[in-house]
């Protein structure tokens, strides 16, 4: 006799081949489909009308079950669809042209479709699309979006490896799959929390930032410049004062770039060196602490309350109290400064920087230096003339306003000066700033943001890119004091805020008690605004929170929470070991967690079973090939004073097992308590 | 204690590795958990560990998918070699959950294209599948596992487990050759007493022996078993008696298994036929009888002859 054993080839990689059905290939492609569709905004026009023929094709043959394209046809797709990648980017590197090499790869692949791992792979590619969304967004419908596409892409997965070659309901694999999002959410959450986050990048690429997303200032503020800005609803930043001092919109002045240079025309930054001095505070100063979530802009500048007295670490600090990040600010950032609201002797003012913020267009003729030496004339003192030079914008007929046209490229500031004298906050700055300069009044420009909204929902001030502004410094009495000329124009800018300015300004162009007046009735806001307005505030401050606790949970914001669930000063390798003993315990109790399901006994046979055993006792037991019939016969006989007991239990157990009745939680009970009232009588 | 669960097989022991997709999926893991370290992208965090957890759950689920499930009632049937031998058994779920995606096969299968299925199995239910699989060699095996295999939910993860079965199954030689039927052989009795034709007798009774499983039935003493006595037969003689044996001397010129295919395939048109036969094989023989018992018996004695 012969017996041979077979063993098991533990190592053997047996994975099943690939059944492609309609159901398994159309989840693949509605999910590379779905995938592809958030990054329809920067993909070439070419590869966005390519991959729904490509997909189309590729179902044509498979539900007309023809071959697929032979080796040679997909290697010069495939070569074709590179080169076009290439020809539309002039590179491979970089974000764009990388997502669109991903999409392409994903459509032609549905071309070469053998293994199980070919489809696998498609997945992935998704999952890399999925993830490229974040090279471009980090809000909350970007991660919204992000977990509809994992549940379709894994329901994409269950429908391959359910194997059915009938179709399979959507909408089990649809739950299936946001089951399995909600399982994983627990070890997401931890690993989240607790993965150690550093700050310092492995390696830099800038090559697309600078050049996209730009939003915000340039380096330079020309005349006209602002009026992009000024009809942008998108947030500049938002701001929180942790102790609750928030100012009043009137001093709410956010600086960003100082502007030392001008050339006549407009005002530039210039290159300045960092100087440190991170904390200047002085004894007397009321400090003002706030806590700025910066929008990315790609540019470098921080803004702040002003005067920046105490400044963040780890920025570069310039000449003028502001200071700027190392890298372009791609990204959501949040920072803590102390502000002081009063000049004091913050800031000195060395001979270079006299001369510099004395220093005017080189050959400069202007109709300016003519007005500017009546005031000069007329003045005692360089306050005088600062004052002179406010009441000539305020008595002179000049308008605010947000399109007030082009000036004369050439004299754009004298053509605004004198004749059209109508003009935006730069204008005004730019042009007075000057003014100062030429009175041989150190001035500088600065540039920033001014006012915002206070959302009453999260208690916080949201700046607008609406809310930019210019102002101008000048120095008096060895302090640089803030002038800012469009206070006296436009006063309700300065009062109320931009938006509410603009409010006004829509109601047509008033003058003195009547914009007062106006102003009073835009606040009285109607009801429909006030809605508008709650739930404005509401999704508002459901995005800061997200911003403060998901987008910018760095190694600081980790710190504060470890802190707050009494880990206090733990260092980064202790904290990669809490997690390995973390995760495998929570992955030990979800298994614990899952594995009662498959523990469960049928409840039919646990009763049967219990009937069984009682009369095992006394020496009656089924044999493994004894059905319940045939067990009934043999402990009728052994127990012949049972009889209509057992019969009762024994068709009531066939009945629920074998026919038609159906096993209720009624039925279910009659069994168990005929059971438990069986006791076998010798 | 024995009791109806007896016909189930034991807890299948797991063994989980990942699949090649698996390992795909980490490397895909590595590179993303890089770049969201490198741009300090916190969303970029998120989506890499959502993967990472989905694939722990992948695991668990991957493991449950198999957890629990027993095989039973498996009952091979013998064959030929280089048939199909199939095997019906039970796929029993005891549990709450539906189970999908699973692939048997049995065990030292080589490739994927061996494995039967998918089959799925819904909660607190059975399914009866057949594996069948070709039997190159002869002889009585002992299947002893069934091996379980699943890659469901996610892919990521290829579960096995081997349901402890042993079951003996008997696979005969293959039915090949053509030579033709041996001459029957002329067998002297002890007691002959040398009249009469040697091959004509059969009429005179002889005396009653006791009934071996598999004889004919018409020489049974019916009249014997209806007053109640045991089963005999009637042995009657001419004083010789002409029986037919197919055997292994008759053969000469074949290999060993081709000598067997040639019995095999006798034994099988002698069973067609109706006539009763015997086999002689070097290691013993089987009196000549007729009826499916008895060519079961030679065919048994074929499939499990072994070469000295």
Known sequence: MKFIKLKIQRKASLVPPLIITRGSLGWLMASLALAVSWHIPHTPAWVLLAVPLLLTWRYRLFVLKRPLPSRAVRVALTLAAFGGVVISYSSYLGRDPGITA???????????????????????????????????DQTIQGLTFMVAAVIVITAAVLRLNHGERQPVKIKFLVKSGFRFFLYSLPFMLVLFALFPRTSVPLWHLGEDSGKQGRMGFNDSVFPGQFAELATSDKTAFRVDFPDGNMPEIKDL?????????????????????????????????????????????MDRWMFALEIPVIIPRRVVVLPGRIFQSHWPIGR??????????????????????????????????SPMIDLVREWREAAASDAGVVRAALDYFRNSGFEYSLSPGTMDPNQPLEDFLFNQKKGFCEHYAAAFTLLMRAAGIPARMVAGYHGGTYNSAGGFLVVRQSDAHAWSEVWLDDKWRRVDPTSVVAPERIQFGAEMSRTIADMGALQGDERAAAAERAMRKNFLERVYRFFKDHWDNINIKWEVWIMTYDRFRQRDFL???????????????????????????????????????????????????????????????????????????AFPRNKAEIREISNLYIKLRYGRMPVTKKSLKQLKRLVKGFKVKK | MSGPDSR????????????????????????????????????????????????????????????????????????????????????????????????????????????CGPFAVDARSNTTVELSFITPLRGRFTLSHILLMTIYPLGLFMVKGEANIEKVYLVYPHPEGNRPWPEPELMVLENYSGEGNLLKGGDDFVGLRPYRPGEPMHHVDWKAVARGRPMAIKEFTGGGTARLFFGWHHLEGLTGEGRLSQLCKWVLEGDEQGTEFGLKLPDGKISPGAGSTHTLKCLEALAVFEFR
């Open chain 1, 102 to 136: 991903v999409i392409v790869m994903g459509s032609l692949k549905l071309f070469e479709l053998k293994t199980q791992r070919d489809f696998m792979f498609i997945i992935f590619l998704c999952y890399f699309l999925v993830f490229g969304i974040f090279l471009y």
């Open chain 1, 253 to 297: 002045y956010f600086r960003g770039l100082v502007l030392w240079y001008t050339n006549g025309k407009g005002w530039f930054q210039g290159n300045m060196r960092n100087i440190g001095g991170r904390n200047i505070a002085a004894p007397d100063d009321v400090l003002i602490k706030h806590v700025v979530t910066l929008e990315p802009h």
């Open chain 1, 332 to 365: 959501v950032i949040q920072y803590t400064v102390d502000s002081a609201l009063q000049p004091q002797n913050h800031e000195t003012l060395d001979e270079s920087f006299r001369r510099l913020s004395l220093r005017l267009p080189r050959e400069w003729t």
């Open chain 1, 563 to 637: 802190k707050s669930i009494g880990l206090s000063g733990i260092g980064r390798w202790s904290l990669v070991i809490v997690l390995i003993i973390i995760i495998p315990t929570l992955f030990f109790l979800a298994s614990l967690l899952l594995k009662r399901r498959t523990l469960t006994i049928d409840p039919l046979r646990k009763q049967y079973r219990l009937f069984y055993r009682k009369t095992a006792k006394k020496g009656i037991t089924p044999a493994a090939w004894e059905g319940p019939l045939d067990f009934r016969v043999r402990t009728v006989d």
């Open chain 2, 8 to 115: 189930f097989s034991k807890d299948i022991r797991l063994y989980t590795r990942p699949t090649r997709s698996g390992y795909m999926l980490m490397l895909v893991l590595i590179a993303m958990l890089t770049a969201s370290v490198n741009y300090g992208n916190n969303m970029a965090y998120i989506l890499t560990f959502l993967l990472f957890s989905l694939m722990l759950v992948g695991y668990m689920f991957a493991r449950n998918n198999l957890k629990g499930l027993y095989v039973a009632n498996v009952m091979p049937r013998p064959v030929f070699a280089g048939d199909r031998l199939a095997i019906d058994l039970e796929l029993h779920n005891r549990s709450k959950g539906r189970r999908f995606g699973i692939w048997l096969g049995f065990p030292g299968i080589k490739s994927a294209e061996e494995l």
